[in-house]
């Protein structure tokens, strides 16, 4: 948006121009015209982390999500998906994004995914309901569960990392390619990642296979379990008691 004044700034600077390249001034700046503010855009340009911030709770952080218009996700949603867990994790599990149940329900990973996830998290001792907090990359489900797009993990990503900040977890589980891939801005793919801890600004992080990834190919299951006990022997080093 440009106001009055600057508009007349760039007018002056021509004026200005126009007299020093032909010797006179133009018949076009005569008659100087009268310049407005433009008008506020409808739609708000993407905040930073820190002005999500301001107001430094999840409950906060996750009611701007909730009225989220950056993206063309906004327009084929049916409700958006912000998160699910307690306020002080000690893991903040990270997926891609909604599917059609979690978009029918706003809750994340509702489906099969999720009911496979929650038994993946109970094995180790975790819980959404006890101390873990889920969250996914981007907040709406893109159509047909397709990956999301650059622009739009790019217009989610001042959230997920307001979402880090206040939510302050011991460690970070990564539930798949797209997961790890936005978050550590890689291309390495998830066979080379997963199982390695690594740091993501100050938090270890562990990247491991998406729960619908293994329910397409259960071959997959023993490695994740080894991913998930690497994880828990992690995290116990962290927080010796954070299974009691």
């Known amino acids: 948006m440009m106001k009055a004044a600057?508009?007349?700034?760039?007018?002056?600077?021509?004026?200005?121009?126009?007299?020093?390249?032909?010797?006179?001034?133009?018949?076009?700046?005569?008659?100087?015209?009268?310049?407005?503010?433009?008008?506020?855009?409808?739609?708000?340009?993407?905040?930073?982390?820190?002005?999500?911030?301001?107001?430094?709770?999840?409950?906060?952080?996750?009611?701007?999500?909730?009225?989220?218009?950056?993206?063309?996700?906004?327009?084929?949603?049916?409700?958006?998906?912000?998160?699910?867990?307690?306020?002080?994790?000690?893991?903040?599990?990270?997926?891609?994004?909604?599917?059609?149940?979690e978009d029918e329900q706003g809750r994340p990973f509702v489906g099969k995914a999720g009911q496979l996830l929650d038994k993946m998290l109970a094995a180790i001792n975790l819980s959404r309901d006890k101390n873990c907090y889920i969250a996914n990359v981007v907040k709406c489900r893109p159509p047909m569960n397709r990956d999301p797009a650059p622009q739009e993990t790019q217009a989610c990503r001042s959230f997920l990392d307001a979402q880090i900040h206040v939510l302050k977890p011991k460690m970070i589980l990564a539930m798949g390619r797209v997961a790890?891939?936005?978050?550590?801005d890689t291309s390495i793919g998830i066979n080379k990642m997963r199982g390695k801890i690594v740091d993501f600004n100050g938090i270890p992080f562990m990247a491991t296979f998406h729960p619908s990834?293994?329910?397409?190919?259960?071959?997959?299951?023993?490695?994740?379990?080894?991913?998930?006990?690497?994880?828990?022997?992690?995290?116990?080093?962290i927080c010796p008691d954070y299974d009691k």
């Open 6 to 101: 600057e508009k007349q700034q760039v007018y002056q600077l021509l004026k200005k121009t126009s007299g020093a390249v032909l010797g006179y001034t133009s018949q076009n700046f005569l008659e100087p015209p009268v310049f407005v503010d433009d008008p506020e855009t409808s739609v708000p340009a993407q905040e930073s982390a820190p002005a999500v911030l301001q107001s430094a709770s999840i409950d906060s952080v996750n009611k701007r999500i909730a009225s989220c218009v950056r993206c063309s996700l906004s327009k084929t949603r049916k409700n958006v998906v912000p998160g699910e867990g307690v306020s002080n994790p000690y893991v903040l599990v990270v997926g891609e994004g909604p599917g059609a149940e």
């Open 180 to 184: 790890l891939q936005n978050l550590l």
């Open 213 to 237: 990834a293994l329910l397409r190919d259960e071959s997959l299951k023993r490695p994740a379990w080894e991913d998930l006990k690497i994880f828990k022997n992690k995290l116990l080093e």
